[in-house]
């Protein structure tokens, strides 16, 4: 079975953050029930926290990673997101 670890970059206060937040883990909970989806994992970073991502992401959190990557930043579409796991299997 395929792992796909996502990194949500945002900091503390950011309602774009939050709202990044409940889409992803929505779309964490609808494909962990399904055969053909990866093992999921998630992280979350503050920029507040890291001075190298800050200076990177300041003005584009929230930012999310798949496996390192970035997949999207700002606003986190949940069907993109569900098809882009979906893919890495």
Same mark, same amino acid.
């Given at each position: ?49 890291? !001075?190298a991502l800050n200076a990177?992401? !300041? ?22 997101? !569900?098809? !882009? ?5």
């Amino acid at each position: 079975m395929e792992t796909a670890s996502l990194t949500l970059i945002g900091k503390p206060g950011c309602h774009l953050c939050d709202d990044a937040r409940a889409v992803v883990t929505r779309v964490m909970d609808e494909l962990q029930s399904r055969p053909d989806a990866p093992a999921l994992t998630l992280d979350e970073v503050s920029i507040l926290d890291d !001075a190298a991502l800050n200076a990177k992401y !300041a003005e584009e959190i929230p930012v999310l990673l798949i496996n390192g990557r970035v997949h999207n930043y700002w606003r986190i579409d949940p069907v993109r997101l !569900a098809t !882009a796991l979906l893919e890495l299997t």
